[in-house]
């Protein structure tokens, strides 16, 4: 009925492993992709018709921005 875990063991040293998540974001990449999502948002409502292209494309931009985990 119970379920238990086992934990896969390294092929070379014959060790267990764990999952662990490697997160590549930095304060740095986080602030860019917000700034980057200012500009287009000011962009997108301060230029008419040219703004209304650029913007969007900006703020889609800025969501692929940041950090990245593996």
Excluded: H
């Amino acid at each position: 009925m119970f379920r238990t875990r086992v934990q896969p063991t390294c092929q070379l040293c014959g060790g267990p492993m764990k999952k662990k998540r490697i997160s590549k974001g930095n304060c740095g990449g986080i602030a860019l992709a917000l700034i980057v999502l200012t500009v287009g948002i000011v962009i997108t409502i301060l230029i008419p018709v040219i703004g209304w292209v650029i913007g969007p494309i900006l703020i889609l931009l800025s969501l692929g921005m940041g950090g990245n985990r593996n």
